[in-house]
């Protein structure tokens, strides 16, 4: 090989280093917002499932630890297994948020992910049956996030750094975190892409009909079908080339960015599906660059933004963080031992979750085992829950039809009433609006265990029964001796997105069941 061509291929590499580095650059004052906007989403998310404390987080509701273990990952860790008494884990949850502030203001950074991350699993686990998928990407992003450096900037960590910080990072960790959110793109599409419904536009009008999940300005637009058919396309065809999000830099990837949150921020004011835009958008942030800062800048210098109230308001927080007591080991074999661990961890991890994952597609033969080291990366991964899923959100084929529960039962008196709506038996809608038989977006996801462990006969709605016959007679002073469970199903169809009366309509049995010592019998079923 002659010096030219050994000097041609030098700077071909070169180059190519350079344009993976820049596309997995993150701005270490974007890496500072997404901290803050991760522990704000912590502190929300702990605060919102304390409405439904007793309910699903102690033993005397629908969720007992022993059910939580039976049906959550092997060797599932959690803070919260370690007791059962409610006000310990009352307890816990507060020192959640107290450390989700602590990660917020800065301080301890890498600690206070590292802990936030170990208490965001460990309350997934102490309920499994309330979780989506907003909850799996949380939980993913803020593992890759203990391996960046969240605190470089706007922290208390910064306030008390011997040097100043840097503009911006580009290593494995970035690239790992980025790539997480383009995954999960693209993997999605791909399961869109094998139905007709979102190929053929016709996916959104569908989803928009589901009236047990959609709110706000849903209604609105279902109006508007050819708008929606659109908005199908779209999204279709962003998550398609949801890799530009990488390969593109500067303008052009706040740009798609944009598309990507705005398309989040419909799913806010139009389908119920709780924290997964928020978290989605959290991960959308990374991908906003220098460019992103300096324009912002240029943008409030042209509209001559007074800026020294602002700047005054962050003298005022160094000050502050320059006050909090900062103590630190700053011996050179400790911070030698620090790097290596970080190091050692990493390369950890990415042999664990990306090299080892090649196992799955490689046919082994008899070569691997139950034991192979893919297996065990598996259990690992599983019981930090930071296994990936298959993405499948809406996907191949989006739900058509709408539900609603009703829970036929009979009272010691002979009276026959629905047990779920707290209503006189009937078997027809309970609310005009079917969102709102849920008190909350996790109840649907609870209530989807229990359909489903009624098709599956498992104990998750043999639970559930038990607990109401236990807390009707507490509450009502008439005693349960009979609930069966219905799920009732409005097919729904382009024609009748807007008027479910006139929806072909279906009922399951789920589950029988006898309160106290009675024996499980069937109540009143449906003429439908």
């Not at 980025?178 to 190929?199: A, C, I, P, R």
């Amino acid at each position: 090989m002659t010096n030219s061509v050994r000097s041609g291929v030098r700077t071909a590499a070169g180059r190519l280093r350079e344009n993976v580095e820049e596309s997995v650059r993150v701005d270490t004052r974007t890496l500072a917002v997404f901290r803050m906007f991760v522990g704000l989403l912590i502190v929300v998310d702990v605060l919102l499932r304390s409405r439904n404390f007793t309910y699903f987080y102690t033993n005397d509701g629908v969720v007992p630890q022993s059910l939580a273990t039976q049906f959550g990952p092997d060797n599932a860790f959690s803070f919260y297994h370690f007791t059962t008494d409610p006000t310990l884990i009352a307890a816990l949850m507060g020192i959640q948020i107290l450390i989700a502030i602590q990660l917020i203001v800065g301080y301890k950074t890498r600690i206070a992910t590292i802990l936030s991350f170990l208490f965001v699993i460990s309350l997934d686990h102490h309920n499994p049956f309330v979780l989506s998928y907003a909850d799996t990407l949380f939980r993913l992003l803020l593992f890759w996030a203990i391996f960046l450096p969240l605190g470089e900037r706007w922290s208390i960590d910064a306030v008390h750094a011997d040097g100043k910080p840097r503009a911006t990072i580009a290593s494995i960790a970035s690239a790992l975190i980025l790539g997480q959110m383009v995954y999960m793109y693209f993997l999605n599409w791909y399961h869109k892409s094998q139905d007709e419904l979102w190929t053929g536009g016709d996916a959104t009008p569908l989803i928009m009909g589901l009236d047990d999940m959609t709110y706000l300005f849903a209604g609105y637009a279902r109006q508007l079908p050819a708008l929606l058919e659109l908005g199908t396309y779209l999204w279709y065809y962003m998550l398609m080339f949801s890799w530009l999000l990488l390969v593109l830099v500067g303008r052009k990837r706040m740009l798609l960015v944009a598309l990507f949150v705005g398309g989040h921020a419909s799913f806010i004011l139009t389908v119920r599906i709780g924290a997964f835009p928020y978290v989605a958008m959290a991960g959308l942030l990374l991908f906003l660059q220098t460019q992103f800062w300096d324009d912002l800048e240029s943008v409030a210098a042209m509209l001559e933004i007074d800026r020294t109230r602002l700047t005054a308001a962050r003298h005022r927080l160094e000050a502050f963080g320059a006050a909090v007591p900062y103590p630190r080991l700053e011996r050179p074999s400790i911070e030698r031992a620090k790097s290596g661990l970080y190091s050692a961890s990493l390369g950890l991890i990415v042999v664990f979750f990306v090299v080892f994952s090649a196992f799955a597609y490689v046919p082994a033969g008899g070569f691997v085992t139950d034991s192979s080291p893919n297996e065990r990366a598996e259990d690992v991964a599983a019981s930090l829950s930071v296994d990936q899923p298959n993405w499948s959100v809406f996907a191949p084929t989006p739900r058509t039809t709408d539900r609603y529960y009703v829970f036929p039962a009979e009272t010691a008196d002979g009276d026959r009433i629905d047990a779920y709506n707290e209503r006189p038996l009937t078997y027809d809608r309970s609310h005009d609006e079917l969102q709102n038989q849920y008190d909350t977006y996790r109840q649907r996801f609870y209530m989807n265990s229990v359909r489903n462990g009624g098709f599956n006969d498992n104990e998750i709605p043999e639970v559930h029964a038990e607990y109401l016959c236990t807390v009707w007679e507490e509450e009502y002073d008439t005693e349960l001796t009979h609930i069966n469970m219905y799920v009732v199903y409005e097919d729904i169809t382009l024609e009748t997105i807007d008027d479910p009366s006139e929806r072909e309509t279906r009922t399951s049995h789920l589950y029988a069941h006898g309160c106290g010592d009675n024996e499980p019998k069937e109540i009143a079923p449906p003429d439908f």
